[in-house]
C-alpha cells in the first residue's frame, strides 16, 4: 500500500478577496498540486496562481486552523 498525505492550502485563487482552504489526499507533493490546480480549474478559478502546499501528519492526532478569518 502507498502511503498518502494530508496537504492542505490557503493562498489559492478564491471567488472573493477573502480567506479559502483546501484539503488535499495525494502521495507526493507533486501529485497534490496536480490535483488543486485541476480542481481550481474545474470551479473556474486561476490555477496558474501560485499558492502553497503544507503537508500534516496522519500517524497521529493533529489539528491546525486553517483560516479563522482574521484579517
Known sequence: MTDMYLWTCTDHDSVYPVGCAS???AETE???EELLNAALQA????ARKA?????H???REYVEILNDGDY
Request: cysteine-free; aromatic content about 6%.
Open 57 to 59: 501528519p496522519v500517524n
Open 43 to 46: 470551479a473556474n478559478l486561476d
Open 51 to 55: 499558492f502553497t502546499l503544507k503537508r
Open 30 to 32: 507533486e501529485r497534490a
Open 23 to 25: 484539503l488535499v489526499i
